[in-house]
């Protein structure tokens, strides 16, 4: 399936590119060769017939602006320029700085110069008002096959960024794995696969108890629930490579690696450190509301994705065997009906408020400290708790140190062709301008279920980008506020589910899965089940 989707991602985006830059090209969005009027206030008198540079400002009135783009930006235009005066009118240029402040349109004319906030032009004056003073007209520079460009600049950016992405890992990777050795030989992880039993023998029940990747697991879960997530990802590539042991049929995904990778697209924190950083620095007055909020959402995209994948799994069902298999899972889809049910019940008597009422004792901020406090000594309380369990043990814990991290390094490197792949995609899908035509095709279904149109962008960048999904949370509350309701809405979809695609790449990358029979699928489906719940939830305690 992952075949279909990376394809799916490639096309669209280039796709949606060609299209919008024929529309754009045929209609002349950008207005190429045509004067725009404006005002120019240079820094001396102006001297005409001789080649000078001036330092001036550009002056655009919004009426002009707007009746020369189609546009309708709220203000008028004044901004620094550098302007060079020729003998010859024609061969005038002016130089300026498009900043985030300034009109949208020239915002995207500026990306097509390869610098993300320069414009050039010709000027021509028309009549001088006082000896600093000009009207004059610009023709700004050509404009054209934007989005294509665009394109172009993100697959490179891209790639660039998948290889930073996975040399940073390499560090990280050797600490941690060289750690878990040390805890493997130890001894140590089995303790903790023992005492976890009665859970992970029911999630994971073709891995034996007592298989290294049963404590590899449960380490991995442990640390993102923390927030630990350069301690996870180590965790849960070495759960995948130990995982991959166990596989009968090398390159296709398993059960457990499938219920795993739900666990993990779920992202289930205890404390969503990121999404409240960003809430403090916008200059909310309560960044740590989110996590009662976040909590919520992530149980429900952690109940959803395993359920998904533990019935997914039973798939396909053989002709004339469905009868057979619904009585054998008639449990399960029992208990799935019943809490859709009570969910359902809970939208439409309003008990979610009694629920929340109950626990209004719990203050957030007393809860962020104290899992702030166990973040903060969970890395070094780990690392001296393995090692020196270690060393009780009489293992030779510098060796086995050494071991583990040869491995680190190992799966660090191996993971760029795949991260490569698959975030080149997602970059094309987005700098091509596809996320716009999704938000379009499911607007209909979002208005359905409750999904502000302010906040659709975020719960559909989410699966494919963490930094993309950062930045558009960032853009919205800086918009909306940050305690406004769509601002706690956003900032609880960032808490409430993880970058299935990132996830999926980098972990069946690492032990060379190509067939991941119904990961993704069981990840969408924890991915929708988180936005579904913290819609719920944000407006059960919120309102709107």
Same mark, same amino acid.
């Given at each position: $399936?992952?075949?279909?989707?990376?394809?799916?991602?490639?096309?669209?985006?280039?796709?949606?590119?060609?299209?919008?830059?024929?529309?754009?090209?045929?209609?002349?969005?950008?207005?190429?060769?045509?004067?725009?009027?404006?005002?120019?206030?240079?820094?001396?008198?102006?001297?005409?017939?001789?080649?000078?540079?001036?330092?001036?400002?550009?002056?655009?009135?919004?009426?002009?602006?707007?009746?020369?783009?189609?546009?309708?930006?709220?203000?008028?235009?004044?901004?620094?320029? =550098?302007?060079?005066?020729?003998?010859?009118?024609?061969?005038?240029?002016?130089?300026?700085?498009?900043?985030?402040?300034?009109?949208?349109?020239?915002?995207?004319?500026?990306?097509?110069? +390869?610098?993300?906030?320069?414009?050039?032009?010709?000027?021509?004056?028309?009549?001088?008002?006082?000896?600093?003073?000009?009207?004059?007209?610009?023709?700004?520079?050509?404009?054209?096959?934007?989005?294509?460009?665009?394109?172009?600049?993100?697959?490179?950016?891209?790639?660039?960024?998948?290889?930073?992405?996975?040399?940073?890992?390499?560090? @990280?990777?050797?600490?941690?794995?060289?750690? $878990?050795?040390?805890?493997?030989?130890?001894?140590?992880?089995?303790?903790?696969?023992?005492?976890?039993?009665?859970?992970?023998?029911?999630?994971?029940?073709?891995?034996?108890?007592?298989?290294?990747?049963? +404590?590899?697991?449960?380490?991995?879960?442990?640390?993102?629930?923390?927030?630990?997530?350069?301690?996870?990802?180590?965790?849960?590539?070495?759960?995948?490579?130990?995982?991959?042991?166990?596989?009968?049929?090398?390159?296709?995904?398993?059960? /457990?690696? &499938?219920?795993?990778?739900?666990?993990?697209?779920?992202?289930?924190?205890?404390?969503?450190?990121?999404?409240?950083?960003?809430?403090?620095?916008?200059?909310?007055?309560?960044?740590?509301?989110?996590?009662?909020?976040?909590?919520?959402?992530?149980? &429900?995209?952690?109940?959803?994705?395993?359920?998904?994948?533990?019935?997914?799994?039973?798939?396909?069902?053989?002709?004339?065997?469905?009868?057979?298999?619904?009585?054998?899972?008639?449990?399960?889809?029992?208990?799935?009906?019943?809490?859709?049910?009570?969910?359902?019940?809970?939208?439409?008597?309003?008990?979610?408020?009694?629920?929340?009422?109950?626990?209004?004792?719990?203050?957030?901020?007393?809860?962020?400290?104290?899992?702030?406090?166990?973040?903060?000594?969970?890395?070094?309380?780990?690392?001296? /708790?393995?090692?020196?369990? +270690?060393?009780?043990?009489?293992? =030779?814990?510098?060796?086995?140190?050494?071991?583990?991290?040869?491995?680190?390094?190992?799966?660090?490197?191996?993971?760029?062709?795949?991260?490569?792949?698959?975030?080149?995609?997602?970059?094309?899908?987005?700098?091509?301008?596809?996320?716009?035509?999704?938000?379009?095709?499911?607007?209909?279904?979002?208005?359905?279920?409750?999904?502000?149109?302010?906040? $659709?962008?975020?719960?559909?960048?989410?699966?494919?980008?963490?930094? +993309?999904?950062?930045?558009?949370?960032?853009?919205?509350?800086?918009?909306?506020?940050?305690?406004?309701?769509?601002?706690?809405?956003?900032?609880?979809?960032?808490?409430?589910?993880?970058?299935?695609?990132?996830?999926?790449?980098?972990?069946?990358?690492? @032990?060379?899965?190509?067939?991941?029979?119904?990961?993704?699928?069981?990840?969408?489906?924890?991915?929708?089940?988180?936005?579904?719940?913290?819609?719920?939830?944000?407006? $059960?305690?919120?309102?709107?």
């Amino acid at each position: $399936m992952l075949n279909y989707v990376w394809l799916a991602l490639l096309f669209l985006g280039i796709g949606a590119a060609l299209s919008t830059d024929f529309i754009d090209q045929s209609q002349n969005k950008f207005r190429n060769n045509e004067p725009l009027p404006v005002q120019i206030e240079f820094s001396s008198a102006y001297q005409s017939g001789s080649k000078k540079s001036y330092d001036a400002r550009l002056e655009v009135k919004k009426a002009d602006f707007n009746k020369f783009y189609n546009d309708n930006f709220n203000s008028d235009i004044s901004l620094p320029a =550098k302007v060079t005066i020729n003998s010859d009118q024609s061969k005038n240029s002016i130089f300026f700085k498009v900043g985030s402040s300034e009109p949208k349109t020239w915002q995207e004319m500026a990306t097509a110069s +390869g610098e993300k906030d320069d414009l050039t032009g010709r000027l021509e004056i028309d009549s001088l008002i006082n000896p600093t003073t000009a009207a004059a007209h610009v023709v700004l520079e050509d404009v054209s096959f934007l989005k294509l460009k665009n394109v172009t600049g993100a697959a490179l950016e891209y790639a660039g960024t998948a290889v930073t992405i996975a040399l940073g890992l390499i560090g @990280v990777m050797a600490l941690w794995l060289g750690v $878990m050795k040390i805890a493997e030989e130890a001894g140590l992880i089995a303790i903790i696969a023992r005492a976890l039993r009665p859970l992970t023998k029911r999630l994971f029940p073709e891995v034996p108890s007592d298989h290294p990747a049963m +404590g590899s697991m449960i380490m991995n879960i442990s640390a993102n629930m923390l927030g630990l997530s350069n301690a996870a990802t180590p965790f849960g590539l070495k759960a995948m490579e130990e995982l991959n042991e166990l596989n009968p049929n090398k390159g296709t995904a398993t059960n /457990a690696m &499938c219920t795993f990778l739900a666990i993990n697209t779920a992202g289930m924190t205890l404390i969503p450190a990121t999404a409240i950083a960003i809430r403090a620095a916008a200059g909310s007055s309560e960044p740590a509301i989110i996590i009662g909020t976040s909590l919520f959402g992530s149980f &429900c995209a952690t109940v959803a994705g395993v359920t998904a994948a533990k019935t997914l799994e039973k798939f396909p069902i053989k002709k004339g065997q469905f009868s057979a298999w619904l009585q054998s899972n008639l449990k399960a889809i029992s208990v799935v009906i019943a809490i859709l049910l009570l969910v359902a019940a809970g939208i439409y008597s309003g008990i979610g408020k009694n629920i929340a009422s109950v626990f209004s004792f719990v203050s957030p901020e007393l809860f962020k400290n104290i899992i702030q406090i166990f973040s903060t000594i969970a890395i070094p309380l780990l690392i001296v /708790a393995f090692i020196g369990y +270690g060393a009780i043990k009489k293992v =030779k814990v510098y060796e086995k140190f050494i071991e583990g991290a040869k491995e680190g390094f190992n799966i660090a490197v191996r993971i760029i062709p795949y991260l490569v792949a698959m975030l080149v995609a997602i970059g094309i899908f987005r700098a091509g301008g596809a996320m716009h035509w999704l938000i379009y095709i499911l607007h209909p279904i979002t208005n359905l279920i409750g999904l502000p149109a302010e906040a $659709m962008p975020m719960a559909l960048m989410r699966p494919l980008s963490g930094s +993309g999904s950062l930045g558009v949370m960032a853009e919205i509350i800086k918009v909306h506020g940050p305690d406004s309701f769509i601002g706690i809405l956003v900032s609880t979809f960032y808490g409430s589910s993880e970058t299935t695609f990132y996830v999926l790449a980098v972990y069946f990358g690492a @032990v060379n899965i190509r067939n991941i029979r119904h990961a993704l699928s069981a990840g969408l489906i924890a991915d929708i089940a988180g936005v579904l719940g913290a819609i719920f939830i944000v407006r $059960m305690l919120f309102g709107q």
